[in-house]
């Protein structure tokens, strides 16, 4: 079975752009988590989808935004790029949402 | 809003040597995850505790979710080089899919 896979897996932008990550989750799981995982900060929770719907949404600014597409596939979206976006963005799937999640490599974005 | 957090933060053991790490959280969890991440690469499921009190074991990993369901640990036996990363804990906030992660315990075994 193919695991997650996220692209691009590198991305340079300047501040006040955007950017549109994508993740396509492992086949037959229907829940996608995004998450945000920087050196001061850890891992923290972006948001979680389950058949096109968010169920759940983290304490991050409206900037960033996501989606999912009927067939699980899952994008984010940060808009208005600040230097403080820079991190390892990491998508995560699962079966249901509360079982165990199965990580891809991750974009590392970068904001300069 | 929930924490959870680990201890130690950092942990470097020669190999051969025993290394725990404690996961804390400010609620009660329904379940808990762990997780390891090596140098560069990205989060590894490595087991699912729902029972209190639950033991699991895998090889050298022995995994504990405590009576109250607020906190847990990661006890490795013997430690080898390849258990080098950083062990994360996981639970979910009460009643969502949201999952709060630890903030992580990074482990160094020297040879």
């Known amino acids: 079975k193919a695991g997650v896979t996220q692209t691009p897996r590198y991305l340079i932008k300047t501040r006040g752009q955007q950017v549109t990550l994508s993740c396509s989750p492992i086949?037959?799981?229907?829940?996608v988590s995004w998450y945000q995982q920087t050196p001061g900060q850890g891992l923290q929770f972006l948001f979680e989808?389950?058949?096109?719907?968010?169920?759940n949404k983290g304490n991050f600014p409206g900037r960033f935004s996501g989606r999912q597409f009927s067939n699980s596939r899952s994008e984010m979206n940060v808009s208005t790029l600040e230097l403080g976006d820079s991190a390892l963005y990491l998508c995560?799937?699962?079966?249901?949402?509360?079982?165990?999640?199965?990580f891809g490599p991750g974009t590392r974005l970068t904001v300069t | 809003g929930q924490q959870v957090m680990q201890i130690p933060q950092y942990q470097h053991v020669q190999e051969g040597e025993d290394f725990t790490t404690y996961c804390n959280s400010s609620?009660?969890?329904?379940?808990i995850q762990w997780y390891k991440q090596r140098p560069g690469g990205h989060p590894v499921f490595l087991i699912q505790?729902?029972?209190?009190?639950e033991v699991k074991k895998q090889k050298r990993l022995t995994f504990q979710f405590g009576e109250a369901k607020k906190n847990s640990s990661l006890h490795i036996t013997a430690t080898q080089t390849t258990d080098v990363g950083t062990y994360f804990c996981?639970?979910?906030?009460?009643?969502?899919?949201?999952?709060?992660f630890g903030t992580g315990t990074r482990l160094k075994v020297l040879a």
């Open positions: 609620t009660t969890l329904s379940n």
């Open positions: 996981a639970g979910p906030s009460s009643g969502t899919y949201k999952y709060i």
């Open positions: 989808y389950f058949s096109e719907t968010q169920r």
């Open positions: 086949s037959g799981h229907r829940s």
């Open positions: 995560a799937s699962s079966f249901r949402g509360r079982d165990e999640q199965y």
């Open positions: 505790l729902v029972k209190s009190g």
